[in-house]
């Protein structure tokens, strides 16, 4: 089974940069996209950036991060990274990294079959 191992989270000022990457491992599910996703407490979990590669390549953000997120990945060491720039406040939150298999909406939770454990994210004002 695929193994997803996030990293890069920690504490950062408005306006500031962070950059989380998910190493992959394992391969028992066929893996075609990869997303991230975020909650908030108190809040449901949403969708942030996914990559997608089952037909073609393709990016999607969603509109709160679009313009200052950038997605990537890395074939050769099975990574994928989130660059957040110019964070702010409102993207306090744990960041899951997820593997699916490119089937159904790379923006919804359940096309995707393997979830990390998350990294804390803070951005303070």
């Known amino acids: 089974q695929v193994q997803l191992a996030e990293s890069g989270g920690g504490l950062v000022q408005a306006g500031g940069s962070l950059r989380l990457s998910c190493a992959t491992s394992?391969?028992?599910?066929?893996?075609?996209?990869m997303g991230w996703f975020r909650q908030a407490p108190g809040k449901e979990r949403e969708f942030v950036s996914a990559?997608?590669?089952?037909?073609?390549?393709?990016?999607y953000y969603s509109d709160s991060v679009k313009g200052r997120f950038t997605i990537s990945r890395d074939n050769a060491k099975n990574t994928v990274t989130l660059q957040m720039n110019t964070l702010k406040p409102e993207d306090t939150a744990v960041y899951y990294c997820?593997?699916?298999?490119?089937?159904?909406?790379?923006?919804?939770?359940?096309?995707?079959?393997?979830w990390g454990q998350g990294t804390q994210v803070t951005v303070s004002s």
């Open positions: 394992g391969g028992t599910f066929i893996t075609n996209v």
């Open positions: 997820a593997a699916g298999s490119g089937w159904g909406s790379p923006t919804t939770q359940p096309t995707y079959h393997t």
């Open positions: 990559i997608s590669w089952r037909i073609g390549l393709g990016t």
